[in-house]
């Protein structure tokens, strides 16, 4: 079955760095566009970065650019994100998602919490 298993969250301080990773199984990753959204409490959930199958192209949130980054490796189907210079309002549950295409609806892992404080 398709699993997304998020890990590498935790407490840090500010100006602080993480790497999360998300261990896909179950599904073609390399066919798979794949993305870090996060949410906080009371809020929605939102995209904080997004990269295609092979790559090619990355996007980010506002918020994050110059400070997160997003790989992958098509070869161990893992994803992460390099968070760097955190900050208090980084703080969120931090989630996976894989996407096709429309006809798909998307995969989504069960989120791993970040904390940044002092």
């Known amino acids: 079955q398709v699993q997304l298993v998020e890990s590498g969250g935790g407490l840090v301080q500010p100006g602080g760095s993480l790497r999360l990773s998300c261990v896909a199984s179950?599904?073609?990753?390399?066919?798979?566009?794949m993305s870090w959204y996060r949410q906080v409490p009371g809020k929605q959930r939102e995209l904080v970065a997004a990269?295609?199958?092979?790559?090619?192209?990355?996007n980010y949130a506002d918020s994050v650019k110059g400070r997160f980054t997003i790989s992958r490796d098509n070869a161990k189907n893992i994803l992460y994100l390099q968070m760097t210079s955190l900050k208090p309002e980084d703080t969120a549950v931090y989630y996976c998602?894989?996407?096709?295409?429309?006809?798909?609806?998307?995969?989504w892992g069960q989120g791993t919490q970040v904390t940044v404080s002092s």
């Open positions: 998602r894989a996407f096709l295409d429309t006809f798909l609806p998307p995969y």
């Open positions: 179950g599904f073609i990753f390399s066919m798979f566009t």
């Open positions: 990269i295609t199958s092979d790559a090619g192209n990355r």
